[in-house]
């Protein structure tokens, strides 16, 4: 049963962390507070500059993985604090040697010396687990991951913690009511539950290799099933170039332009083609085999799309490439995530609000950063819930385009996204798409069999269209299929949302 006392006494010692980092509230947020909390931060040391990442990483393995939540609620903390939380470091100081050979021998039922020719010391140490790197009996090089000792435990006090402020936020304002942190805590409840079980993270592996099978750019390490359980997941070693080291990766004469765009690319297909995307590929979690591929790792938080999902990202890419932002509107409103009680007319001009300024830009000038403040400004005005799924899509696109920029400052991302997404829009809005959905079922063949004519005059309309503009767009429609795939793939869903989660 939850104690009040124990919830109050770590959320105090949290609290007096946070402001002595100056990390309680912006400087807006601070302006505004009641006189008593200014000056209770500025006495312990706040007012010094934005430590939000520090302060949280001394925290604890919890508070980062909150911190990494946070990164996609800037209406809770502010745009600019959620941005930079983006690239919060989830280090911390490996466990004993011990510990480590101790749980795998519980988990695996046989003592490391049976299982392993070799186990060495841990080579990366995070707040959920570290890694090891071992020999098979067989000779083949492994690496280890091992659940933190305690880590469950930790987790479940702290997260009860969380919802308790949540549940008093709730009950003690009407903005805390309107920002749901009660569901918040939920669902980061459910992503660690799915983290703490290292069986999940392999079945993710396992089904991203299925996908990727065929994709001659990009692998993952295959799991080894006999040496995985709940608390240690063994999967076969890889050698190659960290992401990290961009000079390293230019000595071995690679090409980086190539490589930026392969990190791209493999995000979207991953995200539209298969509807399911390693949702935390930060340079840490990538590198680049002797074969020039990109690899990946750390499949702990993974994001799902349904094909609704995707066809309603079809549809606004397309309504954005042509300028047809009633269209963009309408899908909303089509799909249930804006109320019916909104106009369709005036969140209509609230996206043209934010496409029309951004168009006189260069495509490799188009602002993350200024984008998604703009995005956050105008859902105020509109009462739709944000769909968790999609903000995931929308944090890892920042992710995975600051990734692209470190390989190739000048990136044009519409250039690189442009095969994979220039075969989805023609898939999921062409008549092969409306083949698909009316031949769903039985009785739709009748009804698919009449509109054949139609559809053979729609295809070549379509494709020629789609064509010209893809394939010599003038400088403007250049800059609106760059904003179309930004807005869509790094916060689209964001525009009709009060981010209420």
Known sequence: MANPISNLWRLMRAGYVLARHDALLDPEQMEQAPLPLRVITRWLGGGKGEQTGTALSSLGPSYIKLGQFLSTRPDMIGAKRAFNLKS?????????????????????????????????????????????????????????????????????????????????????????????????????????????????????????????????DFRVPKIHWGLSAKRVMTTEWLDGTPMADVAALQARGLDLHALANTVIQSFLRHAIRDGFFHADMHQGNL???????????????????????????????????????????????????????????????????????????PADQISMARLLTQLFEVTEQFNMQTQPQLLLLQKTMVVTEGVARTLNPDLNIWKASEPVVRSWIERKLGPLGKIEELGGSAKSLGR??????????????????????????????????????????????????????
């Open 88 to 216: 919060l470091q989830d280090r911390l100081p490996p466990f004993p040697q011990a510990e480590a050979e101790a749980t795998v021998a519980r988990e695996l039922g046989k003592p490391v010396s049976e299982l392993f020719a070799s186990f060495g010391p841990p080579i990366a140490a995070a707040s959920i687990a570290q890694v090891h790197k071992a020999v098979t009996k067989s000779g083949e090089e492994v690496a280890v991951k091992i659940l933190r000792p305690g880590i469950e435990k930790r987790f479940a006090n702290d997260i009860e913690s969380f919802d308790f402020a949540a549940r008093m936020m709730e009950r003690s304002s009407a903005e805390g009511r309107r920002l749901r942190p009660v569901a918040a805590v939920q669902m980061l409840r459910s992503s660690m539950k799915h983290e703490l079980d290292l069986r999940m993270e392999a079945a993710a592996l396992s089904e991203i290799a299925e996908n990727t099978k065929n994709d001659l």
């Open 287 to 361: 590198m680049v085999d002797e074969a020039g591929r990109l690899v990946a790792f750390d499949f702990g938080i993974t994001g799902r799309l349904s094909e609704k999902d995707r066809l309603f990202l079809a549809q606004i890419l397309y309504g954005f490439i042509t300028k047809d932002y009633t269209l963009v509107s309408q899908v909303h409103f089509d799909a249930g995530y804006v109320p019916h009680t909104e106009d369709v007319a005036t969140f209509a001009q609230a996206i043209r609000s934010i496409g029309e300024p951004i168009m006189g830009l």
């Open 448 to 501: 698919l069999a009449l509109m054949v004519p139609d559809l053979l005059e729609e295809a070549q309309d379509f494709t020629r269209r789609l064509k010209q503009m893809m394939d010599a767009p003038s400088p403007r429609q250049s800059r609106a299929m760059t904003l179309a795939l930004w807005v869509v793939a790094a916060g689209v869903i964001v525009i009709a949302a009060k981010l209420v989660l």
